[in-house]
């Protein structure tokens, strides 16, 4: 698929989800480095560099495009000459599809040893990493409880309970106010991540911050999920970042809102949820408590912390 | 109505409502009085004990139940002859129908002068009490603004809107989840009550001891609306009330749970807010800190310590 | 002193200080009950209810005078014929006036032997019975250490020093805004009060919250010395009270202040200490946890919860 | 000027100021290099770090001094030849005059994004880099408000509120002791610092420790305006770092101070806010959470952790 | 046995524990009454006055003493004929005894409610009237395991594990050191008390403030079982109750600490654990959150206010 | 001695201690290399990874043992080749022992620096390290006082008030229960430890996190004393790392314990005491706050942070 044509794509919405989306763009300036004739490092870089611009503009508000554009370039900034940069470019971006599509599994993997037999688990929304590290767990032959939130307005507690149902897991689904009535039986609270900032705050779906707020009360433990793309440089701190909301049609049939003359409907996607409320961030690069986020950020990642200041708008169409 | 007619409709919920359960049992009790004939002292209180013990079987988890009886029976436990404590039952029976239905009234009084113009307002659940006095602080002029959550379940939000909108209050609405993305913006939270304890934890919809967490973080002020019959002694301890669960049905669509054969559905009605995030509550006799609970209880109601200390479950079709 | 006279003086600030108000108010009740002739019960009550409503009028963010009022009348409202009224006003009034003369003598005695040998003490503003207390200790016996505070605008600070120096007492003299810094030092907090509210938060000199609150960080206990004439029962919650703000002149030189086009003094003279910082109120009747306080507003100065509930605004001038 | 007549126009305190006491040092060691003949790496070095020494024992105790001849010796130590040497100092020498003296510039830029449009801001002393931000903030239309304390015992705040008004900005201002009674009001405090430590813990001007504790209390954030030649590599643990104390004469007028025998004047300059009540340290580099402090000192400012451990005064002439 | 015999058994400590030396010094009151004379009621009250100094005198700091003489004398106080006060006493002296003797069967009912099926409950000391809560709770059919600490230095908790063990209840045995490192496991906290204060701190054996304080972080409730007479009125603050140590040969070896010349051995019995770590404090006459220690005090035992200020002294050596 | 004898002596525990047990793996491996033949670099190193693997194998949950052998074989993977390899294991080696033997002396010196003249210290367990400090700030002539416990089961306490008698320092003797009891009275908790996890929490002897909790309550400083090799990268987070348990004989006497049928002896030997409870770890290379202790885990030990995810099993045998 041609560059542009990804561009479109992802500007369109066609393409979806963080890790798709990086994918893409990785795969996208792949094909266009090979396209590219022979020529001098500084052509090459500027050729690249143009390409790159291109996708970064598609949605300046995704967390993972940026990451993984300037994940693959540095190794053209690094290269001495053209051929080595080409090389060194085809090296990198096959090492990010291969690690991305890896990244789940990984996971799972480190996840479910910090998920103990009997655990009862709490989580929140529907997270395909979070869900990897309670399935790989039961898989493992631990026995687990888990409690599921309806998650309003988009109900996606519904897909939760189903993925935990088909895994044969025992689960509890419960209104998203029931959180912290039901937080002295639970053991654990798991729930991935749409970015996690560079002080390890977690922007992740509304109501989040606020179980995390009820199992630090209850000295429960709060482990997040989340692939190396989210993590966020521009999203200096947590309380500090700007959440996008969404419509409020999602909130109130239409013909009831149409006959409210009052009332404004207020329907922020995400929340922040500060890193003292959480104990551990789970990575396909390793488990690691939230104060160390600004080093995947940088040594995974690749930024610099005078990067780190640019002010963040947070969109929830270019993360899901 | 006869007394054993009131008593049916008691038990089969054709009467509802803390008040209107309170207030018809003791109408009830005061025309069985004036069915009575002359008789000792004696006899009239057996005759009376009886009536209110039916009366009392009826619902064994109401909360207004028990104290309006208390309250009328009093009169007559003081009384030293039988023609004594017939007018001092009329009078002390009259004197609990007016006030509680004045209850309301009062308490929209004394709460609005807890509003201070300029506050934005965070509601959940939809108590009348509570309204109240968010409409009389609009009336009496102040400049307000509201934020309503849905209340799942059962979208109770829906209707505070609609009250909130007609009084004509610029009010948001939000998810329960939002609560505490919110809070910053909040200047009072201010609720309803379906039970106060001996030690003035409060018993209200799921998700508010949520927000009173919130609030409490926050620095954020909590005000509980609540009339005197809400008060309950047998509630010793917020944290260790037996919360009654409904069923589940509310939750999900019937078709979809069908299918799931994992999961269950957990559908508490109330949680318990621990007094240390209650900042006020207001009531018809006057406004209290949480602290002074038992003196509504002991004084108001007339109950003794040595009754506080019976089990109790909380249900929710007793307090709607 | 006449009636009107004393009504007079006490308006235009002749007679200032709570407890001189107070006694003056009550003198004047006694001088005139004496001029009244033989009457009735309802007619003495009437013409005593008519001068206490004179005097009640002349102040009324006052915390002493509706206080010492009340507490006087009391022992007409129980009287059965008018002449046990008159002498039990009588014995009520020279009650009042006795106690409240030795009420530092016996805060004193009590406050002391809460000030242990080699205590570390932290006092604020110019407490007449906190001063009491910690001379009252040194005098004992006791080898204490003082920390006193500036106490800006208005510097009272240099006066409790100059008491302390007289007294020979090892003082330090910091600024308002040392307190948290040397908090690790300090063994007591030691402050007097401006009102003590119905829930035990305490109204005092502007800063004392935030000692407080460094008191309370550091596990440190802070005791309030305070008459229980400043037991106030109009102001329900401290966080809920009106704190009317002084002139600001006394903020910056007026030659200063002049110059200045976007800038406003705001100079709030109390600030509101909620209870959970301050451990132990003496009164000149014990020493009480701050949750007992209505304990003393109900029993010791006949208030009911029902008139808990009224506004209240509170003003420097009328508590010095 | 001369090497040596530098070296004593900062020990005599003729040059003062953080920043140009820095650069002062960085202009005398670049003229002295270039006096140098021309000789061996070795021999270059040595006389280098000779005239670094003198220069850094003019003032123990400044923060900045220490961090500027570190940051450009580097250079040197890195260099293989004394040509070498000579160019990346005096490259780095210019790096380091441009970056200090452009650096409140760009702190403004990255604080200001850090203000949203109706925040009230509480500032206390009176930092040029947080006041940069304020009327940066204000100068792009963000409408917003400030209270500004009095800073006691020099007044700083009348200084502040000068600049302020100059600026056209609505101001109130307020005592030291009022901070947390205006808390509530406030959306963000802002404050600048005379050091910061490795840990993150902010040294700064006497007082606002206790705003930061009173804003903690009510989940205000705290931001921190600090050029990165104010971090500390020496001050490991805020606790634990020595707190110079002034002349007590500023405290009272002398002939007041001269009557008291028992009465000992404390006047600390500065006091430690520990980390967890700052969120966000605004650099010239980058806005950063207080536990990325030792970044700064790592790898802007050159030390290493074995270099974090020596004793460290700080004293309140060096800093200002 | 005579009054005479009883005091010296008391003073000598052949008569021990808290509900023995009451229940003996009521007796010896009762015995003594009945040899008087009849007299008029001033003569009966002095003798009936001199005999109840006599045995108060015998043991100035235990917390039950004083409270039975005080409960059974207060019957004389309201008598208005000798032969009133002769039988009023006799009666209150065997209602007295009565419910002493039953205390601990009436707490072991109301406080097993507190237990749920599967509770794991964590106690601290041997405790007879937490216990028997427990005992009772097994007793019913609930299913309960119990964590009990080691209790250095008597080593108390192994009479507590024998007593569980002969139950048949499930127990595990842990150091004091151990506690919070089992804290998440436990559902309860529960023990008993020494003496219980007027704020309703509970002295306790030393290390329960420790165990509480991890409950309280762990949002663990805790709940005490002390009969009405540990309740002491002249114990005002927990925080400032003076703690007699015991000898130190009990931490040590003699032939060991006869070698150490500058260790002393600090041996505390008791510590004060502050209300707000106590959820519930479980007397025979019910169960009160400990805000409402002094309801029981004034309304039980019934002391006054003004006589809460004694300064009080708690010895173990009188406790058990 | 050979390398299977000293993998040997180390598999059954005739080498112990966290310092000797890495000095012997070290010294073993030096020795190994030492027989080795003249080689090219991949044999060279392939056999000297048999070697490390053979010794690592040898006590799988030793903190020390992996770091040791983790340091001085990374100097072979730099090399390049086998000569180079070969010199730079030797001097790495030589390094390693040298620092290790000296570390406690540097500890001890940098501990010292942050005790405080007049200072009360509380110990727990039996620090070498910690009491290196506490005897170094002794000798330097600080007049300070020491609280030791007594360390159940096993009484450690005995051997540290031992060491600090003979040492002519003020020591005081409690029990472990009596920590929260004497805390107002501590100004430093010093204390060693048995690991640091890589988010800074400290795992150290049974009864340490809950005495670092009533520090924290009492914003009294906790300082920890750990050599760097103690940091363990396996041991991601505190809270969530393994504690095996030891045998229960230490508990109770054999005959006593035989006697018992429901009771289970519970002997954790260590407890983990979160991050926010300790202030600084004081290490040979320097003194850190905890947040930092991955740095030393990274840059000191080597390890990435890829290698932190594995599960860990920390037990008693192999630390001491």
């Known amino acids: 698929m041609s560059l542009t044509q990804t561009a479109e794509d992802i500007r369109e919405m066609r393409i979806r989800g963080a890790g798709r989306i990086a994918r893409a763009a990785v795969e996208a300036l792949r094909e266009y480095a090979d396209t590219l004739p022979d020529s001098d490092l500084a052509t090459f870089r500027e050729q690249m560099y143009g390409a ?3 996708l970064g ?26 051929t080595d940069a080409r090389s060194a470019f085809h090296a990198r971006a096959d090492t990010f599809i291969r690690s991305s599509l890896h990244a789940v599994r990984e996971i799972a993997e480190i996840g479910a040893r910090h998920i103990s037999d009997g655990d009862v688990i709490l989580t929140h929304c529907n997270s395909e990493a979070a869900l990897a590290c309670i399935i790989e767990a039961h898989r493992s032959g631990k026995e687990i409880e888990v409690f599921a939130t309806e998650v309003r307005p988009r109900n996606q507690g ?39 900032t560079v ?40 309380e ?17 809102a149409a006959t409210l003359r009052n009332v404004t409907l207020r329907n922020p996607a995400f929340d922040v949820t500060p890193p ?42 270019d993360q899901e």
Request: no cysteine.
């Open 199 to 238: 002080n390890g705050a977690v922007v992740n779906k509304i109501g989040t911050s606020q179980i995390a707020l009820a199992a630090h009360e209850a000295r429960t433990n709060v482990v997040v999920a989340a692939e190396t793309y989210k993590f966020a440089p521009r999203t200096i701190l947590g």
């Open 158 to 196: 519904r897909i939760t309970i189903r993925t935990l149902d088909d895994a044969g897991i025992k689960t509890n689904f419960i209104v998203d106010s029931a959180a912290r009535h039901f937080m002295k039986e639970i053991d654990l609270v798991l729930v991935g991540a749409d970015a996690v």
């Open 240 to 256: 500090l970042i700007q959440i996008e909301e969404r419509e409020g049609d999602e909130l109130l049939p239409p013909e009831f």
């Open 276 to 317: 003292e409320y959480v104990d551990l961030i789970v990575t396909e690069v390793g488990a690691i408590p939230p104060q160390l986020a600004y080093i995947i950020i940088r040594e995974y990642l690749g930024w610099e912390i005078d990067e780190f200041q640019k002010p963040f708008v947070i969109s929830e169409q």
């Open 52 to 54: 790159a611009e291109l």
């Open 57 to 82: 503009d598609t949605r300046p508000t995704a967390v993972s495009l940026p990451n993984a554009i300037r994940y693959v370039l540095s190794a053209i900034e690094r290269a001495e000459t053209a």
